[in-house]
Each structure stands twice: as structure tokens, then as C-alpha cells.
């Protein structure tokens, strides 16, 4: 009875432990996870220095957002946000990310002006810019909307878009996506969950 | 000048912790009708290109029994500076000029990122984290007040 009662204690104490060891596995993404992942066509834009396509990136996770370097509150607190999560990570979980800032207002952004925008923020973030038709192409594959909007009659006008994240696989799948806001740490973590399971 | 500000900012308030009494609200004068605080400017780099912009962020309580309205705001670091409402609506974030924003009485409104911003454009000088900029706000009744404004850090 003794043997069977330590039995027992030992069975429940082994299968209490396997069932905290399997919610040590269970990560709960803070962005929206895709499954299966979402395939998207490549493309290629163009950065200060020549043609840059989604496919040069095959080997790193690619976290892609849409803006304009006019747009002086969302796009630099979300670009600031990406530099912060990129700095929480040790140099070789950083080095498998690439940040893109695709720009949805190439009349005013330049490839050479968005690049540069891009590096104040992190010095490995790249720029893309090109014709508005490539922009647009690229954009509605990945589901971001994005308008201009006129506000005066002297030409002034501001770019209305989608405020997200995407997250691409090392297969260029569209595998996490980022609602506005989300806390640095929180990019940071579901990064390195990003990173384990690819 | 009826208006009596009173400027309260983080670094003031941690410098007095020693001497806190328990609250963190500040002390007003009887005579305070607005209140400014948390006052702040994102960084920015390479003005010399004449075409980079920031925007600036903060809090105004109206103690007063009637609503106020902000209806200009000048900042001797930007070429112009503008009055935004930001808001994100069906997932697309939208910004646009505000001819004014009203307070309402006893009331707070927040100036802040994803919200109602003053956008600094065409930055005559850089902003770099620890500096200030005086931002000049101008209301319905033809009252202004010079708000200086701590510049923070990109990075969160």
C-alpha cells in the first residue's frame, strides 16, 4: 500500500510537471499570427543604392511598413518602435531580421529620401521608394490600403494607409501582422518566437 | 496676461520625489486656469535637407468653468507648425489639419502619438533628445503662451 501510494504521488507530481513543461512551450504571438502563412508574389523597389527585392532577404525574417516621410506622428512612432524591438535582440537574433519602410507617397519620397529617413531611425533599416504603380502593386499584395488625400488648394496633401506591421517568413510569407501601437518589447518577443520555429 | 500656466514635466517631478508628501499633483496656484504638462517633441535628424518634419505632444487641463479653444500653435524651430487630428478608423490611419481643438471645461485633453499632435514642418534646426523648443500656443480669446518642450529620444 505504501509502494502504491508513492506511486501514485510520484504519477501525479510527473504529470503535473510534464503539464508545466508543456505550458512553458506555449507562446501566445501579441500580433496577429497568419496559418498557414500567406504567399505574396516578390517585388522589387528601389532604395538609395539600387533595386532591392523581397527575395534578396531569404535567409532573415522581413518586418515591412508602409509610410511617408511627411507623416510626422504614426509612421516615426512605429519606425522607433521597430528600432527599439531590433535593439532588444542580441546581435545574432538581429542580424536574421530586416526592417523595410515602404514608402506610400513616392511623389514626395525619393528612394534616396526614404533610405535616408529609414537609417535615422535604425542603421539597417532600408527605404524603398518607385513608380506609384509598383507602390500600389505592392501594397494591396500585402492587403495595405493607402490613399491621397488632398488638404488645401495649394497642393498640400497627406497619405491616408494602413498603420501595420507585416511579417515575413524566410519563405517570404506573410507569416505575423502588427497592429499599430504594439509595445517594442512585445515586436521584440514575438521576433524571437518568429526566429525559433523558422 | 490673465493666464497662468503651470509647466509640469516628468524630471521636475522625479526631482522632487525626496521631498514628496505623498501625492504627485502639483501645487496650483489659486489664480491657474490652464495647466500644460508632459510637454514633449520627438527627435529629429537632417534638417539641412529642408524637409523633415516632427511633432509635438502634451496635456492641457482647463480648470476653468468654460471651454477653450487652442487655435494656433507657432514654433520657432519649424518653418510652419500645424494643428493635427490623428485616428485610426477601419484599421487606416488617418491625419488632418484641425482648425481648433476644444478643451472643455474641467477637463483634460491629451496631445498625444495615434492622437491630436502639433506638427512641426520643415525643421529649421535637428532636435536632439535632452534639448528644448518653445512652442508658442495661441487661443480663441487672442491669449498666448510660450510652452517650452522637451525633445525625447526616437526609441521608446
Redesign the interface.
Known amino acids: 500500500m505504501i509502494f502504491n501510494a508513492m506511486s501514485f504521488r510520484g504519477s501525479t507530481v510527473l504529470a503535473i510537471s510534464l503539464i508545466a513543461a508543456a505550458g512553458c512551450t506555449t507562446y501566445e504571438p501579441h500580433g496577429t499570427l497568419i496559418e498557414p502563412p500567406m504567399q505574396v508574389p516578390d517585388f522589387t523597389l528601389e532604395s538609395g543604392t539600387g533595386d532591392v527585392s523581397r527575395s534578396d532577404f531569404e535567409a532573415k525574417l522581413v518586418a515591412m511598413f508602409f509610410g511617408f516621410?511627411?507623416?510626422?506622428?504614426?509612421c516615426?512612432?512605429t519606425?522607433?518602435?521597430l528600432?527599439?524591438a531590433l535593439?532588444q535582440l542580441d546581435a545574432d537574433e538581429a542580424a536574421q531580421i530586416q526592417v523595410l519602410l515602404v514608402s506610400v507617397d513616392p511623389e514626395r519620397d525619393t528612394p534616396a529620401?526614404v533610405s535616408?529617413?529609414a537609417e535615422?531611425?535604425h542603421p539597417a533599416f532600408i527605404g524603398l521608394s518607385g513608380p506609384s504603380e509598383a507602390i500600389a502593386d505592392v501594397a494591396s499584395g500585402y492587403g495595405i490600403?493607402h490613399a491621397r488625400?488632398p488638404?488645401s488648394d495649394e497642393g498640400d496633401y497627406?497619405v491616408?494607409?494602413?498603420?501595420?506591421v507585416v511579417v515575413l517568413n524566410r519563405q517570404g510569407e506573410t507569416v505575423l501582422i502588427w497592429r499599430?501601437?504594439i509595445a517594442?518589447e512585445d515586436m521584440a518577443a514575438d521576433l524571437r518566437f518568429l526566429l525559433r520555429r523558422s | 496676461m490673465s493666464r497662468l500656466f503651470v509647466f509640469v514635466f516628468l524630471i521636475l517631478g522625479l526631482g522632487a520625489c525626496g521631498q514628496n508628501r505623498g501625492s504627485y499633483a502639483p501645487v496650483l496656484d489659486p489664480d491657474t486656469r490652464l495647466e500644460v504638462s508632459d510637454a514633449w517633441a520627438?527627435a529629429?535628424?537632417?534638417s539641412d535637407?529642408g524637409?523633415v518634419?516632427?511633432?509635438a505632444y502634451f496635456t492641457l487641463m482647463n480648470h476653468t468653468t468654460e471651454a477653450v479653444l487652442l487655435v494656433e500653435a507657432r514654433a520657432d524651430a519649424a518653418a510652419r507648425t500645424e494643428i493635427?487630428e490623428?485616428w485610426?478608423e477601419d484599421?487606416?490611419?488617418?491625419?488632418?489639419?484641425a482648425e481648433q481643438v476644444e478643451v472643455p471645461a474641467g477637463e483634460a485633453r491629451s496631445f498625444e502619438?495615434?492622437g491630436a499632435?502639433l506638427?512641426?514642418?520643415d525643421l529649421r534646426r535637428d532636435l536632439e533628445a535632452g534639448q528644448s523648443l518653445s512652442i508658442t500656443l495661441r487661443f480663441a480669446d487672442g491669449s498666448e503662451e510660450v510652452v517650452p518642450f522637451e525633445v525625447r529620444a526616437?526609441?521608446?
Open positions: 516621410t511627411h507623416c510626422p506622428d504614426i516615426p512612432d519606425m522607433a518602435r528600432a527599439h535593439r529620401a535616408t529617413y535615422r531611425f490600403y488625400v488638404l497627406t491616408d494607409h494602413t498603420p501595420a499599430h501601437g517594442p | 520627438r529629429v535628424t537632417g535637407t524637409r518634419h516632427s511633432a493635427h490623428a485610426i484599421g487606416i490611419a488617418r491625419m488632418r489639419p502619438p495615434g499632435h506638427m512641426l514642418m526616437l526609441a521608446r
